[in-house]
Nanobody, 116 residues
Framework: QVQLVESGGGLVQPGGSLRLSCVASGNIFVINGMGWYRQAPGAKREYVAT???????IYADSVKGRFTISRDNFKNTVYLQMNSLKVEDTAVYYCNADFHTLGNYWGKGTLVTVSS
């Protein structure tokens, strides 16, 4: 019914920046909250940030001040601008979205590696 596809991951040095994108496609009427989660090797998936349809944002303490979540409702896209990246930010980053009447969906993830 719907699909979430992430892009923008890659290898970056500590202190560098990356911008992740996630595009939703399919039989979409309204997308409510959208967000990003991440899972480091050997760890549980953890919350990164969420944004409401109206633009309200919440961040995990570990990324506050360094990451910025935004969205374009016309493009059904959510972004994650990641600055001042640290080695501990290395993880697979997953997009999540809550679709009106369709439920909650996950993307397949994009790998971010922070290493010198």
């Amino acid at each position: 019914q719907v699909q979430l596809v992430e892009s923008g991951g890659g290898l970056v040095q500590p202190g560098g920046s990356l911008r992740l994108s996630c595009v939703a496609s399919g039989n979409i009427f309204v997308i409510n909250g959208m967000g990003w989660y991440r899972q480091a090797p050997g760890a549980k998936r953890e919350y990164v940030a969420t944004i409401s349809r109206e633009g309200g944002t919440i961040y995990a303490d570990s990324v506050k001040g360094r990451f910025t979540i935004s969205r374009d409702n016309f493009k059904n896209t959510v972004y994650l601008q990641m600055n001042s990246l640290k080695v501990e930010d290395t993880a697979v980053y997953y997009c999540n979205a809550d679709f009106h009447t369709l439920g909650n969906y996950w993307g397949k993830g994009t790998l971010v590696t922070v290493s010198s």
